[in-house]
């Protein structure tokens, strides 16, 4: 019964393998293999309580079962309860000092708490361990961005060297049968796992609804691993607009790339760069002859098989000192397209008119507000007399890491008694109507906000900003001056803080600009999805035009990284993978940051001790490093 628990788990039939694993308990009540595997499909549903349930008895039966307890300090995590998911992360090494995925674990457990220099110190941990670890790898690079000035390379430099070595581990094409038209219609395939209701959908939308589908035909590859009513509101617009939707979560990658070159697609976008679930190995392939990233990940992404990284003069000034292993493209206006959402509800007054004093805030992730951050915050709050300081983030509904967040707070000359700590908000409207409890947003720095600046905007909020050297500080300053809030961009600490207390001096201006702000995003470009488009595509009808004329940048990329062409793999036309091959396969790399910590050994017995075994494990990790 177990292992066809197992093996229905490997073709993702998901439902079928809770049957098995259920009837493995039933008849082997000493199997926790099967407890953790359950538990495992319930947290990938979303079903946290009952993964918890599963975790827990499969420890009542195994103690020191380190995948348990790894795995349900996973959920703790994604729950914000950071001291008990602390608690069992760190067993899981007591009981495994050699389990690599647990120090990944443990990475994403300090990154979400906001200590990143032990996320880091533990991310490293596990490369000690195993060296090639994608979670740990790509959480690593990620986690620096939130504290990389650009005063620098160190960062560009790790984020090549992990590309040139993660290439090696994929085959690449070598020659495509797309049409070398320059004028001809296009085929453009868009890869992401965030399609639904998550942050980086709200900058996923408009492509999918404006193109011109006669001469840029969109094809989805969806790696969705919970699809909600925003999925399929996606994939009907795109198929009604004579487009093409597959789902390739659970598909191994290099399959994945087979299905591109099946597509014919002429530009592949990946969204997702090196956060939650993505199809990086696939972009490795080089399936496409064009390749391109965009939107969900503020830096390059070191692959040299990437031509292009789409940007635009604000986030990325052509003066810019910070490299990129792709070719920056930029777009005339915002990099950036935010469509709404439908569940915002209306503007509610700015509070300071009935609460009397002037109430500043963040709901960005606490990984962006670091110390420096926090210094620059109880500035302002001690020039504006009487203010308050609300900020909401996940792992707030610990207690620990509340004091902690306070004390750091007090030490800087900032009463705890200001201060207001909200815990994650589950229904996005009631997120988007929180907002009515602040007067002004305060961005972060050096990793700007992105869905949270423009949930502020167009909620009525002002956001202050500051500009800085790399991408993901110019972020913010892209966002406000797309909209034509030029006077709320600051270009040093001081001028942040001078434009906060100066926009908290007049309420009365301070909520004619809350009553008008909607309509001025929702008129300026950052929502004119048609007019974007229309600038995505007129850069993509470039690329092409350079690919039908042999100036292709990845090749070049491809030459630095010293990768000799006789050792490059090149891959067979007769192993191309049908689309409707119904096997599908688990990648032989886990996608960082998704808990997937199913135990594939066997099952035990009545007469099993409860020592820990080491079996084999597909990687445990949740990455939630997106735009916030």
Same mark, same amino acid.
């Given at each position: ?68 307890? /790894?795995?349900?300090? $996973? &959920? =703790?995590?994604?729950?914000? +309860?950071? *001291? @008990?998911?602390? %608690? ?126 006669? /001469?840029?035909?969109? $094809? &989805? =590859?969806?790696?969705?691993? +919970?699809? *909600? @009513?925003?999925? %399929? ?320 940048p990845s090749l070049k990329q491809m030459e630095l990284a010293q990768v000799p ?64």
């Open positions: 019964m177990y292992n066809l628990g197992v093996a229905y788990g490997e073709m993702l039939m998901f439902d079928m393998a809770i049957v098995f694993y259920e009837l493995a308990f039933h008849f082997n009540p000493h199997c926790a293999e099967a407890c953790n595997n359950l538990g495992v499909i319930y947290k990938d549903r979303d079903n946290l309580d009952k993964a918890v349930e599963c975790y827990q008895m499969a420890l009542s039966i195994k103690p020191n079962f380190s995948q348990s307890l /790894n795995n349900l300090g $996973v &959920v =703790y995590t994604v729950q914000g +309860k950071m *001291d @008990a998911a602390a %608690s069992m992360i760190e067993k899981a090494i007591v009981a495994n000092p050699t389990y690599a995925e647990a120090y990944n674990n443990l990475g994403v457990l300090y990154r979400d708490a906001g200590s990143i220099s032990l996320a880091v110190e533990a991310y490293e941990q596990c490369l000690k361990i195993d060296p090639d670890s994608r979670n740990a790898g790509q959480n690593r690079l990620l986690a620096m961005n939130y504290i990389n000035d650009g005063s620098d390379d160190k960062l560009y430099e790790v984020h090549r060297d992990w590309g040139r070595r993660f290439m090696r581990l994929f085959p690449q094409y070598t020659s495509w049968e797309n049409i070398k038209d320059p004028e001809r219609p296009l085929v453009i395939g868009y890869v992401s796992p965030d399609y639904f209701t998550h942050s980086v959908s709200y900058f996923i939308e408009a492509p999918l609804i404006y193109h011109d589908y006669a /001469n840029y035909k969109v $094809v &989805v =590859y969806s790696a969705v691993v +919970k699809a *909600d @009513a925003k999925t %399929s509101r996606f994939r009907d617009r795109v198929l009604k607009h004579g487009g093409a939707w597959r789902d390739i979560y659970g598909i191994d990658e290099k399959k994945v790339a087979s299905m591109v070159r099946d597509d014919k697609i002429d530009i592949l976008v990946e969204l997702t760069g090196h956060t939650a679930n993505n199809k990086l190995g696939m972009m490795a392939c080089r399936p496409a002859p064009v390749q391109v990233t965009w939107i969900g990940y503020p830096n390059t992404t070191g692959l040299p098989t990437i031509d292009y990284r789409i940007s635009d003069a604000l986030a990325d000034p052509v003066d810019t000192v910070q490299k990129h292993v792709e070719e920056l493209v930029r777009l005339p206006n915002s990099f950036l397209c935010y469509t709404p959402s439908p569940e915002a509800g209306p503007v509610a007054p700015t509070p300071a008119l009935s609460n009397g004093f002037v109430t500043f805030g963040s709901f960005n992730n606490l990984a962006k507000i670091t110390p420096k951050v926090l210094q620059v915050w109880a500035r302002i709050l001690s020039a504006v007399p009487n203010s308050r300081l609300i900020v909401k983030c996940k792992p707030f509904c610990c207690d620990s890491v509340r004091q902690q967040f306070l004390t750091t707070l007090e030490k800087l000359g900032l009463e705890s008694l200001r201060v207001d700590l909200l815990p994650l908000i589950l229904l996005n409207h009631d997120h988007m109507q929180a907002y009515s409890l602040m007067d002004i947003s305060l961005d972060t720095f050096p990793y700007a906000g992105t869905t949270t600046t423009c949930e502020s905007l167009y909620m009525g909020v002002p956001c202050v900003t500051m500009g800085g050297s790399v991408h993901a500080h110019n972020v913010g300053v892209s966002l406000l001056k797309t909209v034509g809030l030029n006077n709320l961009v600051a270009t040093n600490e001081d001028e942040y803080v001078d434009l906060a207390v100066k926009l908290a001096s007049d309420v009365t201006a301070l909520s004619n600009l809350r009553m008008r702000l909607r309509n001025l995003m929702s008129k300026s470009p950052l929502c004119d999805g048609s007019k974007f488009i229309r600038g995505l595509e007129s850069a993509y009808r470039k690329m092409w035009r350079r690919y039908c004329k042999d100036d292709v062409p006789q050792q490059q793999q090149v891959v067979p036309e007769e192993i191309a993978v049908r689309i409707t091959e119904p096997k599908k396969v688990i990648s032989t790399f886990a996608a960082p940051i998704k808990a997937n910590g199913f135990y594939l050994g066997q099952c035990s017995s009545a007469k099993t001790s409860n020592a820990e075994e080491n079996g084999a494990l597909l990687n445990q990790s949740r990455n939630s490093g997106k735009l916030s």
